[in-house]
């Protein structure tokens, strides 16, 4: 490899002068946070946190110690190095941080060295021989007035709003495979409760028809009896349906095979925080600053700064442009006199300025772009910060009452049940007629049904507050922020 070891002592002065008149400031207008109008706390009554719970922010609490279920967690983790869609929303921050290395390029010269050689044959018989060794750089734009400088910092606005958009896909993800587990666990809850309801139906039939056989029912009764039945069995096939489609939906989430052992086919049955053993319960009363730190707000945020810098580029195109083509080296007509020292030095340099005089109102136009965009991405940043908000007050609101459902609902089923077990043991009995079981029977087939979907709801609300309030970004051990 050819070292050009004495190119050092060629005068390169334009090149320099070049890059202190590259340092300038940028013409987009300074950048202040949006004061959009969202209270200080949340406008809600207080949830009374659970005995035990961590005064944690949702942010500071890994998603693996939010998930305490090992099944659960194992099938996320796949979920996260498996899923499409978040390679697809990687990829794209990928290729928006390679666009920003792109674009900042051009904050600086592309130098380059080239080593040529010619050799001429006159008529005279007389032969020429040059060797020049050459350093420089061409039609370099000097970013006097920021454009530029604008144009990359836009690019890295935009770089670092799909990196949170990255991160909001990641969280996103997280709740929607713990969603759907959670969603296969009641429907498999509610499928093993249709088929004990159409057994038990189906025993109360059998009692009913042989009753018929000794003239103590009528037909009425029996039909009666059939009712349930057969309402029991449409429960069942529709439930197997369901559960199917719920292993398909979460096999699309994680993106690849699993363990059925992973699976979850029944939810906590203890009605009172039998929750706690799959997912933590979050605090929630915290200022509602943590949505300005969210993802998705932050990623509102960056679009909002990158066309903030695309009106300081659309402003320096009024200005003149000044390009610099520059070269400087040394030529000898002997080779090793270039590496020697012996050469004579070389240089040229090429100024050129452009001013813009008429364009037919092109440089305007793309202001006035630029200001409007800059407008449509300060309504998407506040839009994204009420949105969360809202997300987040109407979480705490189904906090606030989701314990008080589950045990009035868990006392309903034991009072159904005890109901259904009077009432058919007063049936046998011939005390009561048929139609006060088949009653208590259906209240008591409904009760377990709402207290199942109850179940599934007050879990699915814990995942969501935790997602909603930024949870799932704090590196878990091990993990590098």
Request: aromatic share 8%; glycine share 6%.
């Amino acid at each position: 490899m050819i070292k050009f070891s004495k190119l050092h002592k060629v005068r390169l002065l334009p090149i320099a002068a070049a890059l202190v008149l590259a340092g300038c400031s940028s013409m987009a207008p300074d950048y202040s946070r949006s004061d959009a109008t969202v209270t200080n706390e949340w406008q809600l009554e207080k949830v009374e946190l659970t005995q035990g719970l961590s005064s944690q922010q949702a942010a500071d609490i890994p998603w693996k110690d939010f998930i305490k279920d090992e099944r659960l967690e194992k099938i996320i983790d796949l979920a996260l190095s498996s899923n499409r869609s978040l390679r697809e929303t990687l990829a794209d921050v990928e290729s928006a941080r390679a666009t920003y290395r792109i674009q900042k390029s051009d904050l600086f010269p592309d130098v380059d060295v080239s080593l040529s050689g010619d050799r001429t044959k006159y008529s005279t018989g007389e032969i020429d021989t040059t060797y020049e060794a050459e350093v420089g750089f061409s039609s370099y734009e000097l970013d006097l007035f920021g454009k530029n400088r604008s144009l990359s910092e836009a690019e890295m606005e935009t770089y670092l709003a799909s990196s949170e958009t990255a991160k909001a896909a990641k969280i996103s993800l997280i709740g929607e495979v713990a969603n759907a587990w959670l969603t296969l666990a009641a429907d498999s809850n509610l499928l093993t409760l249709a088929e004990e309801t159409a057994s038990n139906a189906k025993q109360a039939m059998d009692i009913t028809n042989k009753r018929l056989s000794y003239g103590i029912d009528s037909r009425i009764d029996v039909a009666s009896a059939e009712t349930i039945y057969h309402a029991a069995r449409s429960d069942i096939a529709s439930y197997k349906t369901q559960v199917k489609q719920d292993k398909n939906a979460l096999r699309l989430l994680v993106g690849e095979k699993f363990d059925d052992n992973l699976l979850a086919y029944t939810l906590p049955t203890d009605t009172y925080g039998g929750s706690d053993s799959l997912v933590t319960d979050v605090p929630a009363g915290v200022s509602s600053d943590v949505l300005l730190v969210r993802p998705d707000v932050l990623s509102a945020e960056h679009a909002l700064k990158s066309a903030n810098a695309n009106i300081g580029a659309a402003r320096a195109a009024f200005f003149p442009s000044i390009s610099l083509t520059a070269t400087g080296g040394l030529a000898s007509s002997v080779l090793s006199d270039i590496f020697s020292g012996g050469a004579s030095s070389i240089w040229s340099i090429a100024p050129s300025i452009s001013l813009p005089i008429f364009d037919g109102g092109e440089n305007k136009a793309n202001l006035a772009y630029s200001e409007a965009q800059q407008q449509k991405y300060l309504a998407a940043y506040e839009y994204a910060i009420q949105s969360a908000f809202t997300e987040v007050a109407d979480a705490l609101a189904r906090r606030a009452t989701i314990q008080d459902q589950l045990e009035a609902e868990g006392a309903l089923v034991k009072a159904s049940a005890r109901s259904y077990e009077l009432s058919f043991a007063r049936y046998e009995n011939g005390i009561d007629s048929f139609q006060t079981a088949l009653e208590s029977q259906r209240t008591m087939y409904s009760a377990k049904q709402s207290l199942i979907t109850t179940r599934q709801a007050d879990l699915v609300n814990r995942i969501t507050l935790y997602k909603v309030l930024g949870g799932g970004l704090a590196p878990t051990e091990g993990e590098v922020e």
